[in-house]
């Protein structure tokens, strides 16, 4: 089957052979178990890209493969536990979470982020995976406004964070300003490229 091209596709062995399994533009792994340290080889479609991580933390080698055919991996990263793919002219993408500290059924609370390079994203509370916010900023800086409202589309809490990206270690950095960040709001890097909100308390 010919590879879409926002596809990549992973192989068990060096230089392409055998079955190989596919993965799409927005998917942020983590391989767990079996999987881990198991892909050898690498093709990329020709709208996406992908970065890839030695270890499940993002921590350790990374690299970041353009479309092509890349033959043994192991020589950049030595085991592929986590990879992001992306499309091609997304700078870099940071995975989210929204836990309610409140005590609300999942979805009861919806996290929303704001910015020009990215559009609006939309993070519902108690998803168990990561909600892709990509971003193009050629600067590798990103300015967020982050909203939380209710089920009755009721704000209850707002204000900004910062993302930054270093190209080089392929690694995301957050910053808060206790004049802007919600007061009722905390978050946790709980990766490389990944950050957990979490909705502290909420007014009645």
């Known amino acids: 089957m010919a590879l879409l091209p926002d596809q990549i596709a992973f192989f068990r062995t060096t230089d392409l052979q055998g079955e190989p399994e596919h993965y799409k533009v927005g998917d942020d792994i983590t391989l767990h178990g079996e999987l881990n340290d198991k892909y050898k080889s690498l093709e990329v479609g020709e709208t996406a890209k992908v970065i890839c991580y030695q270890h499940i933390n993002g921590s350790g080698l990374s690299h970041e493969y353009q479309p092509g055919r890349h033959q043994n991996i192991d020589a950049q990263i030595s ?23 409140t005590g609300g059924a999942p979805g009861d609370y919806k996290m929303v ?41 009721n704000p209850v809490a707002s204000g900004a964070v910062f993302f930054r990206w270093d190209p ?15 007061t ?18 909420v007014k009645k």
């Open 184 to 201: 009722n709001m905390s978050y946790n890097r709980d990766d490389q490229t990944r950050v957990s909100f979490f909705l502290d308390s």
């Open 79 to 101: 085991g592929l536990s986590k990879f992001q793919v992306l499309a091609l002219d997304t700078a870099f993408a940071v995975g989210l979470k929204l836990h309610d500290k």
């Open 168 to 182: 080089h270690s392929h690694e995301i950095h957050i910053t808060t300003h206790p004049e802007t960040f919600p």
């Open 113 to 153: 982020f704001v910015a020009a390079d990215i559009g609006t994203v939309e993070v519902p509370s108690g998803l168990e995976h990561y909600s892709f916010l990509p971003s193009s900023s050629s600067t590798n800086e990103t300015t967020c406004a982050i909203y939380v409202f209710d089920r009755g589309g």
